[in-house]
């Protein structure tokens, strides 16, 4: 499926974890000949296009392909001083491998993120200056990672205003804007009761991560017994970790949903992703895979219809 000579924009969505399917998104469109000429990412979407705009997202998968659930409890570093519940240093430095350290405006193809001004509430558009700097900015998911300051603002997730940036694809010059929703569904599914987040911090009393908590909470602990329910608690009411991903997950479902309504992709690609946690980037094989799905359930619908007939060269109507 050759594009000819439109402009194609990818317009890759937050979702933390469930970001991972970019990759099986990206690959699949590369096998259909198409190719963007600009990228645009919020949050992890800013991440994994950044990677591949510096010619880095064939690392990037080889190493997500080995991470386990014991690397990503090393990488985590909870904090209780700061303004993030993990301090994110450790895993923000491996994911900045990943990433080059050049100007934006040197990349191929154009390249642009999503941040979010925390005083000010708008959203900030990087595409020119430091391609790692944008990446850190727009990754700062709040009560996980850090804001980062930039030029006197201070800056979290992109996903808090524009989860899936088609509008800044549009802007950049994109004919065709293909977008990847990672927020589908996520309201009313049953999964997050049954596992989700569980795997790494809720329903395990032996897991790793939940020991980290309960040791950097034991001065206080009498003070968080509801933080922390009894482990023989038959009805147990949701966790703090619980408790926050799903409130990160209800703002991301009405965002996205209110943003892609007032402006909407000509093609979108919604991988079935709702059962995956915000933390569980141990599991990108399942991600990339769904990736993969979901540009082919697109093509079997006739999602790539208008690619195709603005692809077909024009012809001259005129006397």
């Known amino acids: 499926m050759a594009a000819g000579k439109v402009s194609i924009g990818l317009a890759l969505g937050s979702g933390s974890a469930r970001g991972w399917a970019h990759i099986g998104v990206i690959h699949e469109l590369a096998k259909l000949g198409i190719k963007p000429d600009i990228v645009c990412g919020s949050s992890v979407g800013a991440l994994v296009g950044a990677s591949l705009a510096c010619g880095q997202l064939e690392t990037l998968e080889s190493w997500l392909r080995d991470l386990t659930v014991s690397d990503i409890i090393r990488l985590i570093d909870l904090s209780l001083t700061g303004s993030g519940l993990i301090q994110g240093n450790k895993l923000a430095q491996a994911f900045y491998h990943f990433v080059d350290d050049v ?117 206080i602990r009498e003070r968080i017994g509801n933080i922390l329910p009894p482990d023989n608690e038959t009805e147990r009411p949701p966790g703090m970790f619980g408790t926050m991903t799903a409130s990160i997950d209800i ?69």
């Open 103 to 219: 100007d934006i405006e040197t990349l191929h193809p154009n390249y642009g993120a999503i941040a979010t001004d925390l005083d000010a509430g708008r959203e900030v558009w990087f595409r020119s200056g430091s391609l790692l700097n944008a990446v850190r900015a727009s990754i700062a998911l709040p009560g996980l990672f850090p804001p980062i300051q930039d030029h006197g603002r201070w800056l979290v997730d992109g996903g808090l205003v524009n989860p899936v940036p088609v509008s800044m694809c549009r802007a950049m010059g994109a004919d065709v804007v293909i977008a990847v929703n990672l927020n589908s569904e996520l309201i009313g599914n049953k999964a997050r009761a049954n596992g989700r987040e569980n795997r790494l911090a809720l329903n395990l009393p032996q897991n790793e991560l939940i020991q980290k908590i309960v040791d950097k909470l034991s001065p």
């Open 251 to 319: 703002m991301q479902d009405r965002i996205t949903k209110s943003r892609l309504a007032g402006d909407p992709p000509d093609i979108l690609i919604s991988p079935h992703l709702a059962h995956m946690g915000l933390l569980e980037f141990d599991r990108a094989e399942e991600a990339i895979e769904e990736g993969t799905a979901a540009v082919e359930r697109t093509l079997a619908s006739g999602g790539f219809r208008l690619l195709e007939l603005k692809a077909k060269p024009r012809t001259n109507t005129q006397k």
